[in-house]
């Protein structure tokens, strides 16, 4: 079966620092990867995808991801974090075919409180 | 545009009572819907999915059960809730044409607290 791991639970960090959220799968075929953020007090909502091409992804508010199939990773960077990053952060994954299979498998998240 | 509807945003319930858990979305056609619930800590857990009325499979068995009786409508429902009920219960749409692999769009979720 399909697994998310993101190693850390919770980051601390100043603003201007940089970021790098881990993210893990257990998926041996073609996959689909998602980052999504959950600012306080709103609903989940899309950072970026990766579903084919190059394997770095640009999204929303200067975040990126990048896709190196060998290490089955999808980890989430920013070069200099604000205050307004303060969220939980939840990598997803799910097999790159159609159909009725392959649904979204997330990980547990990763708090960022971003210091001011 | 596309948007997703959730209400109650809260609801806190005796344990034992029924529970009706509704989401509606706009601005699409024959869209995959989803069911989840976030446990603080524990990510999301897929609870049910549905590829067209009358049509939803479960992936976790509990004392939950979803029906779409509607194209763009989505009923989580129980007829007795348990304690471990209790969570942050989010419904989700995807365009459909690419099955699951389509992205998923969130709606604002309902906090729901069994006592």
């Known amino acids: 079966a399909q697994s998310v791991s993101q190693h850390n639970h919770h980051v601390i960090l100043s603003e201007a620092a940089s970021l790098e959220l881990g993210c893990n799968y257990s998926?041996?075929?073609?996959?689909?990867l998602f980052w999504y953020v959950q600012y306080p007090g709103q609903h989940l909502q899309l950072l970026l995808k990766?579903?084919?091409?190059?394997?770095l992804v640009k999204g929303i508010k200067g975040f990126e991801a990048e896709f190196i199939k060998s290490k089955f990773s999808f980890n989430l960077r920013k070069p200099s974090v604000q205050w307004s990053d303060t969220a939980e952060y939840f990598c997803a994954v799910n097999a790159g075919y159609g159909g009725s299979q392959g649904n979204l498998i997330f990980g547990k998240g990763t708090k960022l409180s971003v210091k001011p | 545009s596309q948007t997703i509807h959730q209400w109650p945003a809260t609801l806190v319930q005796p344990v034992g009572s029924p529970l009706s858990l509704e989401c509606t979305v706009e601005?699409?056609?024959?869209?995959?819907l989803y069911w989840y619930r976030q446990a603080a800590g524990r990510g999301l857990q897929l609870l049910f999915y549905?590829?067209?009325?009358?049509?939803i499979s479960s992936e976790v068995p509990q004392n939950l059960s979803a029906s779409r009786p509607q194209d763009r409508q989505f009923i989580l429902s129980s007829k007795k809730l348990l304690l471990s009920d209790s969570g942050f219960y989010l419904c989700?749409?995807?365009?459909?044409?690419?099955?699951?692999?389509?992205?998923?769009?969130f709606g604002p979720g309902t906090r729901l607290t069994v006592l």
């Open positions: 998926y041996g075929g073609t996959v689909n």
């Open positions: 990766y579903f084919s091409g190059d394997p």
């Open positions: 989700a749409w995807s365009g459909g044409l690419a099955g699951h692999t389509d992205t998923q769009y």
């Open positions: 601005g699409t056609s024959n869209p995959n």
């Open positions: 549905s590829v067209g009325i009358g049509q």
